[in-house]
Every structure is written in C-alpha cells, then in structure tokens.
C-alpha cells in the first residue's frame, strides 16, 4: 500500500543530544513537509521540501535540520539547540510542483519526542 | 497575519445528531481550505479540500462550505456515529505563503453512543 511511514514512534532524547526522526513515501510525491504539534495546538511548519536537494525552512526551523537526498525520504534532525523539543512530529507529502496547486497533503502516523 | 480559529475547542454529542464544526479565518486570500481528521496518537486523515473558486464539498455523510469573502467555513456531519468521535482541523492555504499550511488548533469531537 501507498503511504508515509515514520520512525520509531515514541523517540526520547538525552540531555545535548541530536536525534533523527525518519520519514519515507512511496507515493512518488515531490512536496515534503515536517510540522510539530504541541497538546491542544494546530500543526506549525518546521522545514518542507519541494524538490530533491533542496528545502526551505518554515515558520520554526531553529534548532532543526533535514535533508533530502533522494525523493522518498525526508529526515528530520532535532538537534541538542532545540530547548524544548518534547512535541509529536507528524511528516507530510504532497504531489505539489506550483504553489497554486490544490492536491491535500498526506499525513504519517507521527513520531512522538520526549526528553529524559 | 493569517491566523485560523475553531469553535468550539471541544463538542459532546449523543449518536445520530447532525452537528456542524466551525472555522474562521482572517485573511480570505486563500488557494484553498482543507479539513482532517486525527485520532488520538495518530497522524492527520484529509477528508475534504475546496478551492477557493468552490463553495462546497461532499464525501458521504460529510458537507464542507467555504464562504471566502467572511472568511468562514463549515464542517457538516450528518447522522453523526461513535466511530466519528476525533479531533477535526481546518487548514488554509494563504496564497502570500510558498507550500504552507496554517492549521486552526482544531475541535475535539466526543459522540457517544
């Protein structure tokens, strides 16, 4: 079946630690997106991704990093900058090659980071 | 600043009734408005998206109407179902943004049977 897959699931970070949060699609979209939910809050764009080898940050992108060598797959890396990273990190694809298209976005099942 | 807002935050309804979700908008420019659905712990179902140019849309017991010029939408779900019982955001699509998505905080939907 066609879909995003996100890895691991529930992910706890160390004290000065980096992780990496995986997102893979098999839907053969060029449009990749990361965004961070907070409890009782809406989704904010963290970085996306139009095209291999190129991305552009969003409206919360310090202390993150991606990275988009092949067109399938768009990891996230929450680095020790990001202070308060503890949120559910849901990643996005979309089949979007102009800013005027109307194609929705298609969600994974999310990766859920906490800090021990 | 295009900001979005949904009321109520969260909404009680006893199975079979029709119920209606709200969201607003600030700013009507706008590509399009997407609705999803997300259960608890899991990522985002879209269930419908109307483009600017359209007024509504229908999948099954689900309506979406777009007034544009008010800057409103509505989410109608007809003969509502225990099985319904999620939380429901809005998104817009502001067209002063590359590829974003602003996402209301959503409506926390409880249908009990």
């Known amino acids: 079946d066609g879909g995003i897959t996100q890895s691991p699931k529930y992910l706890f970070r160390k004290e000065g630690q980096n992780v990496t949060l995986s997102c893979e699609q098999n839907?053969?979209?060029?449009?990749m997106y990361w965004y961070r939910q907070d409890p009782g809050q809406g989704l904010r764009l963290i970085y996306y991704?139009?095209?291999?080898?190129?991305?552009q940050k969003g409206d919360i992108a310090e202390g993150y990093s991606v990275s988009r060598e092949k067109k399938e797959s768009f990891p996230l890396t929450v680095t020790s900058a990001q202070k308060n990273p503890t949120a559910f990190y849901l990643c996005?694809?979309?089949?979007?090659?102009?800013?005027?298209?109307?194609?929705?976005?298609?969600f994974g099942d999310g990766t859920r980071l906490s800090i021990l | 600043k295009q900001e979005v807002t949904q009321i109520p935050a969260a909404l009680s309804v006893p199975e079979g009734e029709n119920l209606v979700l709200n969201c607003s908008f600030t700013?009507?420019?706008?590509?399009?408005l997407q609705w999803f659905r997300q259960d608890p712990g899991k990522g985002l179902t879209s269930l419908l998206l109307?483009?600017?140019?359209?007024r509504e849309q229908t999948s099954g017991r689900l309506n979406a109407s777009l007034d544009k010029s008010s800057g409103r939408s509505t989410l109608y779900i007809a003969a509502s179902q225990p099985g319904d019982s999620a939380t429901y955001l809005c998104?817009?699509?502001?067209?002063?943004?590359?590829?974003?998505?602003?996402f209301g905080s959503g409506t926390r939907l409880l249908v009990r049977p």
């Open positions: 996005a694809s979309s089949t979007d090659r102009v800013r005027t298209s109307n194609q929705p976005q298609h």
């Open positions: 839907l053969n979209h060029d449009a």
């Open positions: 991704s139009q095209i291999v080898n190129d991305f």
């Open positions: 700013d009507s420019a706008i590509y399009n």
């Open positions: 109307i483009q600017s140019s359209q």
């Open positions: 998104a817009v699509r502001p067209m002063d943004s590359s590829y974003k998505l602003i």
